[in-house]
């Protein structure tokens, strides 16, 4: 019996489909228990990614309310060229934009979302539209999904699986590429820049101060009070140097791309989700601020061990011994307050009993970040031609967008990835990264230009020429939304849609609902996605048939399931051969 095939939703369950049993006690078959679970989990990730790009522009909206400081006025400019918003005030013109997507998240499922069409790619929406794909309000597609999937409702797996691809679209154009731009105009747009990561960035002279979560606008007041004279010359008074924030999971990737803009105050970003285990037992932590996942539960018994404060402000994020401070724009520096009059009780109460070790020469002293779709393309010389050009004339045989989260289960953690990286930077494939994915890639090396060693010839000599790594950080897995416009820019700059693009995503060690909602945004848009491990389909055939075969001809996008890692790297090769092929280049 598949473990995905089994069903307890109701009381008679849980029932559990086998050769004997082909159906549930009310009649369900594997194909529709394997849908309406994928449905859910897909319904339940989308709403995560709401969840963020709401309170970013709520906290976008709100900074403009009270004119206070907007860092990206470029990124602003274009979102609101980008929405036809003719405003010149810059305030009156961020809190139009903000006002935009809370409107369209807000809308009931049979109004179509009014930005879906001026922020995607146009073939992409054509198809989107002949499809029937096209979201009605983000927040009510996501109830209606939890509804489909609810008892004796809907048992169309075919119907289930278009209403996956459906929250991908409201996922990846709201949750993940507009939660970017937001961020973008309230802290600051991401510049490219060297930067030191791993247990290296840790400065025990310091109150440090771990992130961890995904919404990097709810951190903007506490990053700058931290450096005011007022708040340093607390912390000196009890023998710091002053505080640092410690970055782990996809928040702290976020403030490393904009890390030039906060250079006084962040650290370093250490690693990803299992990393942050390891980061509280150096002792060097003194609290922890979360407010999102991947905030593991592991790390409860080990803050307790280490006497390390922990508060949410977010109550999605709660912990069992952490204190819930829930985060308001207009309490914003009471909590700020707290949060600095908390951490400096805790470095006071632990700092004499509790050991500090950790391993000083981990991680890279040399890596490469910044990169978003405008920094990249202003590197390139102002747009993708030097690029297409490097994959025209083969140097670059094509792009691999190797993203998403880390798991224990392939191969171990972060393993995968990092062996599937080498295998294809080896075959002349350049790699974008997003998400903790990242955090394993930089720690290793792969993201300093010394990494172009690894590389094939070809892709060896673009790196040395443009003195960059083979694989290009982009941050966190919001930043999968960033690959996104990259991807739609020189699809339009070659005038193609996406499907043909030598472009492959892989999300080798997916971990949460949130990866299959992005997952879904990649079979969306064309894009063929490899996975290492199945998302729980594998008890249907024809729901696995339909996402690994059949969607080729729908969306262009499928899915590609294989656990080995020089076999996937092939097949990913493979693929970029066939549509540089079917380009004739």
Not at 12 to 34: E, F, L, M, W, Y
Not at 173 to 181: E, H, K, R, S, V
Not at 220 to 242: N, W
Request: overall charge negative.
């Amino acid at each position: 019996m598949n473990a995905c095939s089994s069903c307890k939703s109701c009381s008679n369950g849980p029932c559990k489909i086998t050769p004997k049993s082909p159906r549930g006690v009310c009649g369900a078959d594997a194909h529709t228990i394997v849908a309406r679970n994928f449905l859910r989990a897909v319904a339940a990730g989308s709403g995560c990614y709401i969840h963020i790009v709401e309170n970013t522009a709520r906290n976008l909206k709100n900074t403009a309310l009270n004119r206070k400081t907007i860092k990206g006025l470029n990124a602003l400019d274009r979102l609101a060229q980008a929405f036809d918003i003719k405003e010149t005030d810059t305030y009156e013109k961020a809190i139009k934009v903000a006002d935009k997507v809370l409107s369209d998240l807000y809308k009931p499922s049979y109004e179509k979302m009014d930005l879906v069409e001026k922020i995607s790619y146009s073939p992409r929406y054509d198809k989107w539209k002949e499809l029937n794909l096209i979201p009605g309000g983000a927040k009510s597609e996501v109830f209606d999904a939890v509804v489909k999937t609810s008892t004796n409702l809907s048992s169309d797996a075919s119907d289930m699986l278009l209403h996956s691809l459906k929250l991908g679209i409201s996922t990846g154009l709201y949750g993940l590429m507009l939660t970017n731009i937001l961020n973008d105009i309230i802290l600051g747009e991401p510049v490219i820049r060297k930067a030191p990561v791993g247990f290296r960035v840790i400065d025990p002279e310091y109150i440090n101060i771990m992130i961890t979560g995904h919404q990097h606008s709810n951190l903007a007041h506490l990053q700058k009070v931290l450096i005011e004279h007022d708040v340093v010359k607390k912390a000196k008074a009890i023998g710091a140097k002053g505080f640092k924030i410690v970055g782990c999971t996809c928040v702290g990737q976020d403030l490393q791309v904009r890390g030039e803009h906060y250079q006084d105050i962040y650290s370093g970003h250490v690693g990803n989700n299992f990393t942050s285990e390891a980061v509280l037992a150096t002792g060097a932590v003194d609290l922890v601020i979360s407010e999102f996942n991947c905030t593991i539960p592991g790390i409860e018994p080990i803050a307790n061990e280490f006497m390390i404060k922990m508060i949410c402000i977010d109550d999605v994020a709660k912990k069992t011994n952490a204190e819930l401070l829930p985060y308001r724009y207009e309490e914003r520096e009471q909590i700020s307050e707290y949060i600095i009059n908390t951490a400096i009780e805790s470095y006071k109460s632990r700092r004499q009993s509790v050991k500090i070790n950790y391993p000083k020469d981990h991680g890279d002293s040399n890596v490469i970040t910044g990169l978003s779709e405008v920094s990249l393309k202003d590197f390139l010389g102002g747009d993708w031609s030097k690029l297409i050009e490097l994959i025209v004339n083969g140097k670059i045989k094509g792009i691999a967008g190797v993203v998403g989260c880390s798991n224990l289960t392939a191969k171990g953690h972060d393993v995968f990835t990092v062996e599937l990286v080498k295998e294809l930077i080896k075959k002349d494939i350049l790699v974008l990264s997003a998400g903790c994915s990242s955090g394993a890639l930089e720690n290793v090396g792969l993201m300093s230009p010394d990494a172009a060693l690894l590389a094939g010839d070809g892709l060896r000599s673009v790196c040395e020429t443009l003195g960059i790594p083979p694989v290009l950080n982009f941050g966190p897995c919001l930043a999968i939304g960033r690959l996104e416009i990259v991807a739609s820019q020189i699809a339009e700059a070659i005038g193609v849609d996406i499907p043909k693009l030598p472009l492959v995503f892989s999300a080798p060690q997916w971990l949460e609902e949130q990866a299959l909602a992005d997952g879904a945004f990649g079979l969306s848009l064309g894009i063929p996605l490899h996975l290492a491990i199945p998302p729980f389909i594998t008890g249907s055939d024809l729901v696995t048939k339909l996402l690994t075969e059949d969607l080729k001809n729908i969306t262009g996008g499928y899915l590609i399931l294989d656990s080995d890692v020089e076999s996937t790297a092939k097949k990913l090769e493979d693929i970029i051969m066939e549509k540089r092929n079917g380009l004739k280049i």
